[in-house]
């Protein structure tokens, strides 16, 4: 069967009218690939069985395309001619793909220097018009839900509910490619907190059983871990700095079903699963889709959570490349050499 994106596939599970136009780009299917040497790494002897749900292999280079497909979708069938969204940059390099797609008018709110470099290059290309703001992600989102209380323009952050709707197909996706049953953990990074709440009612409503959720929020942005809203976050994984979370009582409510645990990682042990993703398994991520291996590495060694023969999954929600600077800062410049064979050898055999 040839795919044709997440909503065409599970369209049994989702509440579209049935006279809806489908926008999509195909989203969707993407691997979950086994990581031995990262399982290996993290629990040595353990027989982990550890996947990574790559999701920046989305034709958008994140998980928020199952979305976002969705969101569009309903807004077209609603008759929209212009959408909104307040990002940190994903968001909003999706929303501006779709829109471009369905014809729409594509506003992004993104928060002034600190949005990476291929999500505003992607914003920028799709035609979307990129509005940056002296403040932070939370100060954009209440400028836009304001807004389209006045305006005739729809809403696409995860606060439309059609986002969650899309967003929840990731859990019937590693059911199916589990073979028909759910992880025992699923990881996951948490910033405004609509992946975390889809998937848990993407588990509920496919009912191949329910994993426990692990979040992970960056140390100087986990408002939920520390129980009070943070007015200035800060991270390195631009992605999830966020003080404010949309989803925030839902993401508790998931975690209290699940059984679940969520946990607050520095940027240093963020970016030291992220060196783990690539040097083991070769799996290129930003610098926030490594929070949930983060976690995962934390309560590990911490003895707060038994890896033994357990299966889990840690899904990856954005592709390294949306972040090169982040990249290019964590690593040593490349060998400068003369372009002389004798060089290279040289070079090849220095001790
Ligand atoms: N990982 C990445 C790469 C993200 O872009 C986001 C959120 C998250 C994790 C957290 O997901 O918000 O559902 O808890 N990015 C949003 C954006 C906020 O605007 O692109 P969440």
Known sequence: MIWRGVLHEYRAYLPFADNVQIVTLNEGNTPLIAAPRLAQALAPGAGMKLYLK?????????????????????????????VICASTGNTAASAAAYAARASLRCLVLVPEGKIALGKLAACLAYGAEVI?????????LAMVREIVQRQP?????????????????????????????????????VGNAGNITAYWMGYKQYNRGLPRLLGGQAAGAAPIVYGRVIEQPETIATAIRIGNPARWQQALDALDESDGQITAV????????????AHLEGVFVEPASAAGVAALRQQIAAAQLDPQDKTIVCVLTGHGLKDPDAAIAQAAPPHLLPAQTAALEAYLLRK
């Not at 999701?55 to 497909?69: A, H």
């Not at 940056?132 to 954009?140: E, P, Y």
């Not at 509910?161 to 990731?170: C, F, I, N």
Request: glycine share 12%; net charge negative; charged share 20%.
């Open 132 to 140: 940056s703001i002296a403040g932070s992600f939370d100060d954009g």
């Open 266 to 277: 520095s940027d240093a042990d963020i970016l030291a699963a992220w060196r783990q993703l």
């Open 153 to 189: 323009i729809a809403l696409v952050n995860s606060i439309n509910p059609w986002r969650l709707e899309g967003q929840k197909t990731g859990a019937f996706e590693i059911c199916d490619q589990l073979g028909g049953r759910a992880p025992d953990w699923h990881c996951l990074p």
């Open 54 to 82: 790559y999701e920046g292999l989305n034709p958008t280079g994140s998980f928020k395309d199952r979305g976002m497909t969705a969101a569009i979708t309903q807004a077209v069938h609603e008759g929209a001619r212009a």
